[in-house]
């Protein structure tokens, strides 16, 4: 009987089905069909749209980062809009705020401000206020102030004029030409004429409604191009949610163009199955029985060997690699090294259950040491007798977390077991690399065999290196050259990716150690990085249950041959930064570097990333450093959005591994960063109290 | 010509190697699997000839045997042939591990003192779940437990007397009941819910035999 797997079988897609119905419009937002609407999506949402009106085609990604607050990332095609420039077609990228000032109530309607394209090249550019009331259980009502695109058809002079003769007039947004896009535009929020704009949707039954709008939208600069017919201000249109949480929407714009869409909206914090596929924990036997075990049984001084092998491949087990033992009157000392659980509290739980399943009954402390490479990070205390009590408590969970013990460990492991050291890891994977924005070609891949192997003399030490061999893709044709103004530390990333043999991707020595009490050091040597190799040093102070983390690092490099092999080319340069982490709660987390970029450039690097305790990660940086904006180029300065999966997200079975992107709209020569692996944040964090905390409802699943 | 070859000893050779790697999860979970997986500790306890439960998915109807793999105090703990594990506390459903919703917990001592006497009342009873976002999140419901009368279970090819219990159960945003087959004090069949997830789930306890 396969009771598990058939009785979820019905749920096998990928997906999860919503709770509440959200619609979008094409423009990937809450909305109707072209226009938003005050409404917001649940908190911490993605949605992802695509949509195609005519000639245009857009790719949204909006993601709810408040309650009242959602961010939105757009990637357009407009097919022959620059006729005879490269393909013809337009490539635009754009970003939204909306932020709603009210919700809901029984007498009065959500009310929202928003900001479509402020700071992209502008086709879209426009900001709102809106305000939406849902009538009974079916119809929804939209109403609205427009300025920019939202007031071609039908405007009249701003009201806002009353306030100042600033807001009468909307300057050019493009009139700055290329190099100015990426800059904020606030010189023309507001400004211009404004229009109203509405429109309603009507539910007709669960899956289906239609919408209805009246669109200040004329599609002018569309429509000069020969690319859009605008016959009527009302757009019209019908939504059809599918079971599994995917919409489908066609419609009409203007009289004349047809569109269709698809979207979808998931909730990083809900998993697809709660409480996970893994094997359920060992369960505790009564504590006495174990005094009979043969391996606690004192008999001829080989009593201690038996216990630690026992241990060991009970630990294996679990994915736990043991690599020392210390029993000594009552208490126990484990060092690990997790393997599988993304969820660190998990492998606590898991860890403490092994020990008071194994140990004599009088050990009555245990203790799990977690190490990264050898290295102790963190120690997790329980006392045997919690665990009996709580393990079937009804708030085990909540209780076994006020009484434990997480503390610094930093004394180095006095003597490994035999066969920890030396280690030696390999793997053959595919990979797959993306690169966007091309404006020839909005996507461009390359996939091919990644072989990496690591070898470990000893604890902190590793030797390791990983090669790449690509074998399709057509990044290397791109014909786009970099025209930076800057040295191109980045910006040459064609002409290593059109190297398509076997390329060192990195080749490292690596080692990390405890300096001291809250103290991480790591030193790393060889080749770093695709396009960098030298010294690498950092420092790390990260007290076990702070909010805040501080580090130094400081880098030699020289740029590598394009051929990525063991060659160089002249250019090195000095880096360094110092970094600032700080968890602010609720899932925010906030990151700055300050210190000298790849080009030589000071400067400093503003992160914000909102976390789910399941590992999904959605997050903004962006860099200022001293170059001008007109040095820098397109994009004026280096920013980008970025996300991580949890594969166990995904596959619902535990893993340490994360999928993930960044993508930057823009990548040119300014605020670049050497890229190093194991920095000591990423390494460290997992097992500092703040994320075992975050995760102790899994303790004793 | 290198090319082909290189990508021929590639498909051969990828995902080989001692270190875990994306896609081998993903590639596990996209796979249709090809048979009932069974693991190893459940086929100990097949050998050692452990008691064993009839367990069913009520809205599903999917249903079959687990086994008693530990007994301590009141607790009994009940594997799956894919490792989950049912927790029961004198017959009243505790908790789910590897199976649903992610029952953690329950405190239900009220509903069973009612149940167990054959008496009506009002109850309250106490779950925790596991959320998305890895947080034991615990809710209580009022529970009414009214007495049905008697019933007559097949068990076997043996007719038992049994009393039939039902307990109501709600709170602001979910509700549910469950149904006991109570004979000499002790649950013999019943159906109880183990969160939104899965459902109902009916619980027999076998015979000593399988």
């Not at chain 1, 920019?148 to 039908?154: H, K, M, P, S, V």
């Given at each position: 009987m396969k009771l598990r797997a058939s009785s979820i079988g019905l749920l096998s897609c990928l997906m999860v089905s919503p709770a509440q119905a959200e619609f979008l419009s094409s423009f990937g937002t809450p909305g109707l069909i072209d226009l938003p609407s005050a409404e917001v999506l649940n908190d911490g949402e993605l949605a992802l749209t695509t949509s195609t009106t005519g000639a245009t085609t857009k790719n949204t990604f909006t993601f709810q980062m408040l309650p009242r607050v959602y961010g939105t990332f757009r990637y357009g095609t407009i097919r022959e809009f620059d006729l005879g420039v490269g393909n013809g077609n337009r490539y635009d990228r754009s970003f939204d705020l909306h932020f709603q000032i009210a919700e809901e109530r029984q007498n009065r309607p959500a009310f929202a401000i928003g900001l479509r394209d402020f700071g992209g090249t502008g086709i879209y550019s426009s900001e709102y206020l809106a305000a939406t009331k849902t009538f009974g259980n079916r119809l929804t009502v939209t109403g609205g102030l427009g300025w920019?695109?939202?007031?071609?058809?039908?405007g009249f002079d701003n009201p806002l004029g009353a306030i100042s003769d600033y807001f009468d007039d909307r300057p050019n947004v493009s009139a700055g030409g290329i190099n100015t896009t990426g800059q904020l535009d606030f010189g023309s929020w507001f400004r211009g004429d404004a229009a109203f704009f509405g429109g309603a949707r009507w539910q007709v039954n669960d899956r289906m409604s239609v919408v209805l709008e009246y669109s200040p939208d004329l599609y002018s600069r569309e429509t000069d191009r020969g690319l859009a017919n605008i016959k009527t201000p009302i757009n019209a249109g019908v939504n059809y949610k599918f079971r599994n949480g995917v919409g489908l929407s066609a419609y009409v714009v203007g009289g004349n163009e047809i569109g269709a869409q698809l979207s979808y909206v998931l909730d990083p914090a809900k998993r697809r199955i709660p409480g996970g596929l893994e094997q359920a924990p060992q369960v505790l036997v009564p504590r006495e029985s174990l005094a009979a075990a043969s391996w606690n049984l004192a008999d001829s001084g080989q009593s201690d060997q038996n216990l630690s092998q026992v241990l060991q491949s009970r630990l294996e087990a679990e994915g736990l690699r043991l690599e020392g033992v210390f029993v000594n009157s009552g208490n126990a000392q484990i060092r690990v090294e997790n393997n599988r659980w993304g969820v660190e509290a998990q492998a606590a739980g898991r860890a403490a259950r092994v020990l008071a399943n194994t140990l004599p009954p009088e050990i009555e402390t245990l203790e799990v040491i977690f190490l990264h490479k050898g290295v102790p990070i963190t120690s997790v205390k329980t006392q045997r007798s919690d665990l009996y009590d709580l393990e079937n408590d009804y708030d085990g969970a909540w209780r076994s977390q006020s009484r434990a013990q997480i503390q610094d460990a930093n004394a180095r492991t006095p003597e490994f077991l035999t066969g920890a050291y030396p280690r030696f890891d390999w793997g053959l994977n595919p990979f797959l690399s993306l690169s966007y924005f091309d404006p020839d070609n909005p996507v461009r891949y390359e996939v091919g065999a990644e072989l990496s192997a690591g070898y470990q003399p000893t604890a902190g030490l590793t030797f390791s290196t990983t090669l790449r061999y690509p074998l399709a893709g057509n990044i290397a044709t791109a014909t786009r050259r970099s025209n930076s103004g800057l040295q191109r530390v980045r910006s040459d990333g064609v002409l290593y990716a059109a190297a398509s043999d076997l390329e060192i991707r990195d080749l490292t020595a690596e080692y990390l150690f405890r300096p001291g009490n809250d103290l991480f050091g790591r030193v790393t040597a060889g080749y770093l990085e695709q396009m960098y190799g030298g010294l690498s040093a950092e420092l790390l102070w990260f007290p076990v249950d702070s909010k805040l983390a501080i580090g130094g690092e400081i880098n030699y490099v020289k740029q590598r041959d394009y051929d990525q092999l063991f060659g160089f080319r002249p250019y090195s340069v000095a880096t360094g930064h110092v970094s600032g982490y700080y968890d602010m709660g609720n899932g925010f987390h906030a990151q700055i570097d300050a210190g000298r970029y790849l080009a030589g450039d000071w400067g400093a690097t503003f992160a914000l990333d909102r976390e789910f305790n399941n590992g999904w990660k959605v997050g903004a940086y962006f860099t200022l450093t001293d170059v001008p904006f007109e040095e820098f180029g397109e994009g004026s300065f280096d920013k980008g959005i970025r996300f991580e999966i949890p594969i166990s997200w995904i596959s619902g079975k535990p893993s340490r591994d994360v999928t993930g992107q960044v993508i930057q709209p823009v990548v040119r020569d300014g605020g670049a960063r050497l890229f190093v692996k194991n920095r000591l944040y990423g390494v460290t964090r997992d097992y500092r109290s703040n994320q075992l905390h975050n995760g102790w409802g899994r303790y004793f699943r | 010509m290198n090319r082909y070859l290189a990508i021929l000893a590639f498909l051969g050779l990828a995902g080989c190697g001692t270190q875990p790697s994306n896609s081998d999860a993903l590639v596990e979970r996209l796979s249709t699997r090809s048979g009932p997986v069974v693991v190893p500790r459940f086929v100990e306890l097949q050998r050692k000839g452990s008691p064993g439960m009839q367990l069913g998915i009520v809205e599903s109807g999917v249903s079959g045997t687990v086994l008693l793999e530990q007994t301590r105090g009141a607790f009994k703990t009940w594997l799956t042939p894919d490792g989950a594990t049912i927790v029961t506390k004198n017959g009243m459903l505790h908790g789910l591990k590897g199976l649903g919703a992610g029952l953690l917990a329950s405190k239900t001592s009220e509903s069973l003192a009612l149940v167990q006497s054959g008496q009506s009342g009002t109850v309250t009873r106490l779950h925790s779940f596991l959320s998305g976002n890895d947080e034991a999140v615990t809710r209580s419901f009022t529970c009414i437990v009214e007495n049905k009368g008697p019933r007559n279970l097949a068990v076997g090819d043996k007719q038992i007397p049994t009393m039939l219990m039902q307990e109501t159960c709600r709170n602001l945003s979910q509700s549910f009941f469950n149904l006991y087959w109570i004979s000499n004090g002790d649950i013999v069949q019943s159906r109880q819910w183990s969160g939104d997830f899965l459902g109902a789930i009916s619980m027999r306890e076998l015979p000593n035999s399988i």
């Open positions: 920019g695109r939202l007031a071609e058809r039908g | -």
